[in-house]
């Protein structure tokens, strides 16, 4: 992983800012229910991480005076790649900030940050400091922790849904100034582009790691999170009612717009959170072309089992 391509090499984590004294309501949440292993803490932070990610951090949870999307930080090759890149957004008109190592988070090396266009805010960095899986580097273990069986118990981060009020100029950015590519794509009948599924990891991860829906700029629609397989998923939605989580109206579901079996649901702040497994394995050859759906069919995109559309999954959740 990381060694295939430069620049942009992996969706690394998402920062949110919640109105939330001392994070207890959100750590009782994302820590006890949802499963995520706490990593560090400091004043106003607390860092948490997937059971089978080995870097130091996949969610930020920072108490703020309002509930907000900071930013969605993401890793790049090298230097040399950060350097270049932030040369390409300056280019484009977009005003970029530097960082010092650890500023703003612990673990990260230098980065840069800039908002796209639709509001939201990036993070770009070369490095961030890993601890290893649960078990460490050496003879791991590749089960769920005990202590994580009975939650959620997310393996990795997997894509975070954006809004924009004009999808095409933030698909625009994120491909000709970042170089994501689009894995796949939902058109009007006049052929305007709605929402796109983009991509840039060297995993596979179902061809996805930003996905942008209409809306409002500067907002969140919901982060994504990996699991093994459907039957996964459908246990874990008992543990989540269990501990009375309220799941999305399209429930465990196959999503045919990204090829996953997906659960949608929220957490205490009412931010929609989303377990999925499988996707659309991508193959970026040169030839290569999106998958494109229509307005039309957008009930089949969105929940394969539903012959209607939930008009409220298309809202932003933060």
Known sequence: MGLKHRGILRIAYVRLGLNDNRLKKSLAFYRDSFGMLESMRDTERAYLRCWHETFQYNLVLEQTEQNQLIEIGFQVRDQQDLDQLSQRIEAA???????????????????????IPGGQRLRLFA??????????????????????????????????????????????????????????KIVSDDKQLVSALLFRMCRDVGGQELAIFPGEDNHLHHIAFTKEDPNDILVIGQYLRNDGIDIDTFGPTKQSYGNTFSMHFFDSFGIRL????????????????????????????????DADVNPGFLDHSL
């Not at 977009?94 to 230098?110: D, F, H, I, K, Y």
């Open 93 to 115: 008109g977009v005003q970029v900030e530097t960082s010092a190592a650890n500023e703003p988070l612990r673990g990260l090396s230098n980065s840069i940050s800039f908002t």
């Open 127 to 184: 490095e961030m400091e890993q601890s290893g899986y649960v078990t460490g580097f050496e003879s791991p273990d590749w089960v769920t922790p005990k202590e994580l069986r009975g939650t959620a118990a997310p393996m990795f981060l997997n894509h975070v849904g954006l809004t924009s009020a004009d999808p095409t100029a933030t698909v625009k950015f994120l491909t000709e100034v970042l170089e994501f590519t689009v894995s796949e």
């Open 274 to 305: 989303e377990l999925c497994c499988g996707g659309r394995t991508i193959d970026a050859h040169p030839e290569y072309e999106a998958i494109t759906w229509t307005e039309s069919e957008l009930g089949k995109a969105l929940s394969y089992y």
